[in-house]
């Protein structure tokens, strides 16, 4: 069992950056490959990043490329997006995820925990 918790969003301008921190619990989380993802207003959730936990390779949406990173501090059981160059379209609520298995993976049906998500609002 893996519990996620999700932190470091806010309102910010265009251009600005944020960093978001997902703090998992559980012995094995060295062993998840991790995902974040985001929902817009009335859109569904769509893939933003994700980590593979074996050999530490990523995947970005091309819409974020060049200016989100994803990493992971397996000692501190943590995941983080670093978000620059922040745009409107960018607002959403940021879900952590974790699934089984090394590769990443953009479907949300295919990661077993979530998180309850961190708000980012981004003005104009």
């Known amino acids: 069992q893996v519990q996620l918790v999700e932190s470091g969003g806010g309102l910010v301008q265009a251009g600005d950056s944020l960093r978001l921190s997902c703090a998992a619990s559980?012995?094995?989380?060295?062993?998840?490959?991790m995902g974040w993802f985001r929902q817009r207003p009335g859109k569904e959730r769509e893939f933003v990043a994700g980590?593979?936990?074996?050999?530490?390779?990523?995947a970005y949406v091309d819409s974020v490329k060049g200016r989100f990173t994803i990493s992971r501090d397996n000692a501190k059981k943590t995941v983080y997006l670093q978000m620059n160059s922040l745009e409107p379209e960018d607002t959403a609520v940021y879900y952590c995820?974790?699934?089984?298995?090394?590769?990443?993976?953009?479907?949300?049906?295919?990661?077993?925990?979530w998180g309850q998500g961190t708000q980012v609002t981004v003005s104009s």
């Open positions: 980590i593979s936990w074996d050999d530490g390779s990523t």
């Open positions: 559980g012995r094995t989380f060295s062993t998840y490959t």
């Open positions: 995820a974790a699934r089984w298995g090394t590769s990443v993976t953009a479907g949300v049906g295919y990661y077993n925990y």
